[in-house]
């Protein structure tokens, strides 16, 4: 792959993949060689590794790794089918490889490209170990091994000569072994399925795909025909047909709004990409393509199947879609898929008896989503939703139970619409969708309701026509002959029907009755049928071809003439047009012969066409023309297809027993509708389970590990990061904005009052004073709790945060095998968007610093006397122009010795000055760049990320972190945020004759000092001690270059504390608290390090608001 | 001006046939599902009736038989909208005396005209 579409996410997916994979290897190779090779579940989980290494270092094109995996994973396979014990030396190369697989990710580390690791030497061991003498001649074609089924069935598969054979048992089971759905399983018959055989044999894929047919399909022109042609040139068409059970109702109210989907089944040679390229089929239009069986050989080059490369646009149309909506479409989206993910959790916690409320809230929430992101044409999207809504929907049929493993699966789903959804509010577009896990719930699913489908294999099988029969009849061909040789000529006009026939069925028979005068109607047909091989039609979806047999002794341009030009075609036939008729009738006749015993067996299906009749017919007595011939024809045509059915239909006509076959109509639909949705459901477990079992093994063994949680939970908090751009919308209660509203009126009165003031002031002056006096108060009131309301508009409850955690929590709890307690207060705590947006990261990170430290492993705590349990406390709640968000465990605290101990290792302090700092303010090292928690704390090779993230995040949104920790006891750390970044706080200091403005959030303390107060360590650096604590010295008029007027006596200090550092600032004046509105400068201004920007006091003079940030880390930089 | 009852609980859906049926020039009612819309219907005359059927509190089906059975409004023209194509359900809203039905996704242009016919249609009855 090039390096211009191998990212760097990419990359850094796969080195974690990579590392974990290999670890799995090393332990599993560890295991075996413990207990002598024996154990089966241990090799196959290790052949799956190796398995999935090999598919993804092919992936990303690193060809070295890919060839030794590539070897490892024969090697195991041998041991895996028992044709191989591995011996000392033979587990000892295994080591090898291994040492070289981490060696070759260390150079892809540091070079970012292919390996130059030389495996020569380990290779030829691995060949050796590849040839080595099997303990039993044993082949893989003789023995049934479960997991390989394509094998053994290339094998064993009967090959019978009868081409019109009904499908046998022997069959069946063949075909159960390709993913196609039933539906289009019962359509095959023998000949099929030897076909089918014969491609698989010669290394062809097969897909199977839906095509959905709407009314776009046809706008675009793209004819049924036309398409079938153009996908029978360029692959081999096993077999094509309409999926009866989704057309609905001939006489349902509204028929455009049924789509019809036909439904093929091919093989090619081709990758899915390449055929969709040379059949320039708009990939849009195909409802689902699903490789069925795809050939060894040809599995690597796809490897990407699972996460589907699709292209998605987020677009404005510019009339109905537009920005706005765009931007309400992806928050919906995201509180959809977080209340999917809301009651899942709350069904885990207690799956047996949980609120059916939640399952409705749930298939709602889907719902929902599917129907939004149908209008947006998301069609990847929509399809989700919609397998996670049938999913569901299966569940509250009671069709299957909410099992642990089943809240597992959808969460994981969850997870993976929840990401497609995260990349179209970051990019507004969606590049892929994971589907892998999808497959793995629907196959769950699936296979709970094996009941059904076990019924299903004893359907009987339908009887497929000849796509090449044209459906005359005997007397058709007859007349089709006597034109012939009465010299008479034989027309084939081609109507196209758009859309809704009921308003062109008159049009039609006027035609009709034009032409007649002229000449003689042999046959009417649709077309569509004949041609396709498609069972039944919604008339009213698409263009509907009719075609009308015509003989007559005009010519063509006469023909053209009287059909008033609405003809869409008119060809004239000849001799071998006829020919073709009568050889395709008599073919027909002794197909339908040899079927005829299947086809006694009646399928719950509606009669399709007689109803078109009925509805034509009825259409036609509406509009009082005559439309005998119409139907008369229709019947005649279809009556030759289905002779069976339409003999007993016809029968109950003439009796004038129309309403039979309409109830019989409606008793079956929702005998359909279930088959709909069983097919659904199983409709989307690809092909990829089945026809690859190392991959659907390679999930097992992912599920086992726990690598899929432990990988969510690192790539979490890296999505989410680019929140704060993507989502700048807020959704405002209303309540709020009325209140806004009623005082913006009350301003309005204020502004009245002071003009009425202003109109006559001069004439009674002590009046107007006090008067004057007055209404300023009341403005001041006003716009005080104009401010408020405003920033309430902003304020969204920090719930939005929280409810992300019992998730993280229970992921990282279960890979950690800890048994941890969330409990979650203050939620509805609001605060500030912007500042919402910044916290979720480092809580996320705290959380799991607590979880993976913190808390100890049951065992521990039983021993330290504590619960079982462990609990872990979210408290948020506000404290002045603050708000605190506590996040405490009751673990095992930190304890300030060994970091003490650590940092003196790590060189982030001196021994003296190690004695200086009190045990308090030593734990704040953990918040050193260079001080990993993870070896110092607890002995968990950790993924922890080094809490200066977490501390340069809170920096950023002027926030404080403070630690307090016991021993044994717990760890709580307490996050100390501004309310709002907009309006701050400040206090305004004086240096020289320049006032400042330093954030109030930042301001711990002031204090009046002398100048003597000030000390130093090493003569270097200015310190103040204060209390216990010794705080360095900042000055401002250094920093800024000002004169200052010190006063020896009479000094300020401003202790100011972001995160955990603390500074004392030197000024000359405190001037007081004021709110102020933080106004951006321009960018020259702003580049002076240590000023945030500016403000305008009361009486007009700008203030510089001081970065407290910045100036901290300068001063350290001096330091 | 004609008021239209829009009963949908995706504000997302909501916002688009706002926007589409602006140019109609109606006063558009928005509820989030059939109780509130239940509650517009007495405070307010409705011309037409917009309403999906999944929804929380009370769906389409409840809020269409309470309609039905409001003598003000046995006969108000009611659109359905929903991503359902169930035979039965389709169905049930005939039964239940829907004016027409509109599977999502639909054409917004559709909805216009639609919504223009109706309206036209029954100021003539």
Redesign the interface.
């Known amino acids: 792959m090039n390096d211009s579409i191998m990212n760097n996410d990419m990359l850094q997916d796969f080195l974690e993949e990579a590392k974990e994979m290999i670890e799995v290897l090393n332990h599993g190779i560890l295991t075996l060689e413990q207990s002598g090779g024996g154990n089966i579940d241990i090799v196959n989980e290790i052949f799956r590794s190796a398995h999935t290494l090999k598919g993804m270092s092919g992936m990303m094109g690193f060809t070295n790794m890919n060839h030794l995996t590539h070897t490892m994973e024969n090697a195991l396979d041998k041991v895996r089918n028992g044709e191989m014990i591995l011996n000392t030396d033979q587990i000892d190369v295994l080591f090898e490889c291994l040492d070289e697989l981490n060696d070759m990710l260390a150079d892809i580390i540091n070079e970012s490209g292919d390996s130059n690791v030389d495996t020569q030497e380990t290779l030829e061991k691995l060949k050796d170990m590849l040839n080595s003498p099997k303990p039993e001649t044993k082949s893989k074609f003789e023995t049934p091994v479960p997991s390989k089924p394509k094998t053994i069935q290339k094998a064993e598969f009967p090959v019978s000569t009868s081409k019109e054979e009904k499908i046998n048992q022997t069959d069946a089971e063949y075909l159960n072994q390709l993913m196609i759905p039933d539906e289009v399983l019962n359509l095959f018959k023998k000949y099929d399925v030897e076909k089918l055989h014969n491609l698989i044999l010669n290394d062809y894929n097969i897909y199977y795909f839906k095509v959905l047919l709407d009314k776009d399909f046809c706008k675009k022109n793209i004819s049924l025909i036309e398409f079938y042609k153009k996908l029978e040139s360029s692959v081999e068409i096993i077999l094509s047909s309409c999926i009866t059970d989704s057309i609905p109702d001939i006489d349902a109210i509204d028929l455009k709004n049924y789509d019809m989907q036909i439904v093929f089944v091919i093989a090619s040679k081709q990758t899915k990409k390449e055929f969709f390229k040379k059949t320039g089929i708009d990939s849009n239009k195909i409802f689902e393509i699903f490789e069925t069986f795809e050939n060894e050989q040809l599995q690597i080059q796809d490897n990407s199947k699972d996460e589907e490369e699709i292209f998605f646009e987020l677009t404005f149309d510019g009339e109905f879609i537009t920005p706005e909506i765009i931007k309400s479409f992806k928050e919906e989206s995201v509180e959809h898929i977080h209340e999917f993910n809301e009651c899942l959790l709350k069904i885990e916690k207690n799956p047996d008896n949980f609120n059916p409320e939640l399952i409705n809230a749930m298939f709602r929430a889907m719902h929902t989503m599917k129907g939004l992101a149908n209008m947006f044409s998301l069609k990847p999207i929509s399809e989700f939703a919609h397998k996670l809504e049938n999913s569901i929907d299966a569940v509250r049929n009671g069709k299957i139970k909410m099992t642990e493993s089943l809240v597992e699966l959808l969460l994981k789903n969850c997870d993976s619409l929840g990401a497609a959804v995260q990349e179209l509010v970051e990019t507004n577009k969606i590049t892929k969708i994971n589907n892998k896990v999808l497959h793995e719930l629907l196959n769950l699913i699936n296979s709970n309701e094996k009941p059904e489908s076990a019924l299903s294999t004893e359907k009987p099988h339908k009887i497929i026509k000849n796509p090449f029969y044209y459906g005359f009849s005997e007397e058709d061909i007859k007349k089709f002959e006597t034109a012939i040789t009465n010299k008479n000529n034989i027309y084939e006009i081609t109507f196209f029907y758009k859309q809704d026939l009921s308003e062109n069925i008159n049009n039609f028979d006027i035609i009709k009755t034009k032409i007649e005068l002229f000449g003689e109607i042999a046959a009417l047909m649709f077309d569509i049928d004949e041609i396709i091989g498609l069972d039944y039609f919604n008339p009213a979806n698409f263009d509907l071809p009719i075609k009308l047999y015509y003989i007559s002794q005009e010519n063509i341009s006469t023909i053209s003439m009287l059909t008033d030009k609405s003809a869409e075609n008119i060809r004239k036939l000849d001799e071998t047009d006829v020919k073709n008729f009568r050889e395709s009738y008599s073919k027909y006749v002794s197909d339908k012969n040899s079927t005829s015993l299947s086809s006694k067996i009646k399928r719950p299906k509606p009669v399709r066409k007689q109803e078109l009749e009925n509805h034509i017919k009825k259409e036609g007595n509406k509009s009082e023309t005559n439309t005998k011939e119409t139907t008369i024809s229709i019947k005649e045509s279809h009556s030759k297809i289905k002779r069976e059915q339409n003999e007993e239909l016809r029968r109950r006509e003439n009796s004038g027993e129309q309403t039979p076959i309409m109830e019989q109509t409606k008793s079956s639909s929702p005998e359909q509708n279930k088959q709909q949705l069983n097919s659904l459901v199983k409709s989307g477990v690809s092909a990829v389970e089945k026809s690859n079992p190392d991959r659907a093994a390679k999930r097992e063994s992912e599920k086992k590990t726990g690598i899929n949680d432990s990988k969510e939970i690192q790539t979490k908090p890296a999505t989410s990061s680019g929140l704060a751009q993507g989502n700048t919308t807020v959704r405002v209660d209303i309540e709020k904005l009325d209140a806004l509203m009623n005082l913006v009126g009350e301003l309005l009165i204020a502004k009245t009052q002071v003009e009425q003031i202003g109109l006559n002031f001069d004439e009674n002056i002590s009046e107007n004073k006090s008067k004057l006096k007055f209404v300023t108060e009341q403005l001041g009131r006003v716009t005080n709790d104009i401010q408020e309301a405003i920033m309430k508009t902003r304020m969204v409850p920090i719930g939005t945060v929280f409810n992300r955690f019992p998730r993280v929590v229970r992921d990282i709890a279960k890979a950690r095998n800890k048994k941890v307690n969330l409990i979650i207060k203050g939620e509805e705590t609001e605060l500030d968007k912007t500042v919402i947006e910044e916290i979720g990261d480092p809580m996320v990170h705290l959380i799991r610093n607590a979880l993976d430290h913190g808390i100890e492993e049951p065992e521990k705590r039983i021993a330290a006397g504590k619960s079982e349990t462990g609990t872990l406390t979210l408290n948020a709640f506000h404290e002045g122009n603050h708000i605190i968000i506590e996040i405490a465990d009751d673990g095992a605290g930190i304890n300030p010795k060994i970091i003490r101990k650590k940092s003196l290792e790590k060189g982030l302090l001196t021994i003296e000055e190690s004695n200086m700092i009190p045990d308090a303010e030593i734990i704040k090292f953990i918040f050193k760049p260079g001080f990993s928690t993870a070896e110092v704390i607890t002995d968990i090779s950790g993924r922890g990320v080094g809490m200066d993230v977490v501390k340069s995040n809170i920096s950023k949104i002027n926030g404080i972190v403070d630690i307090q920790t016991n021993v044994g006891a717990g760890t709580t750390f307490t996050i100390k945020l501004p309310l709002t970044l907009a309006i701050i706080n400040s206090l305004l200091v004086k240096v020289g004759e320049q006032i400042f403005a330093t954030p109030l959030a930042a301001v711990i303390e002031s204090l009046k000092i002398k100048a003597a107060d000030i000390g130093s360590i090493e003569g270097k650096y200015e310190i103040i001690k204060l209390r216990d604590g010794v705080i360095p010295i900042l000055r401002l008029n250094s920093q800024f270059k000002i004169q200052s007027k010190e006063n020896k006596d009479k000094l300020f200090i401003v202790v100011i504390g972001l995160a955990e550092e603390k500074y004392a600032i030197v000024v000359d004046d405190l001037l007081g608290q004021q709110e102020i509105v933080i106004k951006s400068l321009n960018h020259k201004i702003v580049s002076t390090p240590g000023i945030a920007g500016a403000t305008i006091l009361g009486d007009g003079q700008v203030v510089l608001i001081l970065d407290i940030s910045t100036l901290i880390s300068n001063a350290k930089k001096n330091r | 001006m004609p008021n239209l009852l829009l009963i949908d609980?995706?504000?997302?859906?909501r916002?688009?046939i706002k926007?589409?049926l602006k140019s109609l020039n109606l006063t558009i009612f928005e509820s989030n599902n059939g109780i509130e819309g239940i509650e517009i219907l007495n405070n307010e005359k409705i011309d037409i009736a917009m309403t999906d059927l999944?929804?929380?509190e009370m769906n389409g089906f409840d809020f269409l038989r309470y309609m039905r059975q409001n003598e003000n409004y046995s006969n108000t023209p009611v659109i359905i909208v929903?991503?359902e194509?169930?035979?039965?359900i389709?169905?049930e809203?005939?039964k239940l005396g829907?004016t027409?039905?509109?599977?999502?996704?639909?054409n917004?242009k559709e909805l216009q005209e639609l919504i223009a016919k109706l309206l036209t249609l029954n100021k003539t009855v």
């Open positions: 609980d995706s504000p997302t859906m916002k688009m926007l589409a999944n929804m929380p929903s991503t194509n169930k035979l039965e389709l169905e809203a005939k829907i027409e039905y509109l599977k999502k996704p639909f917004m």
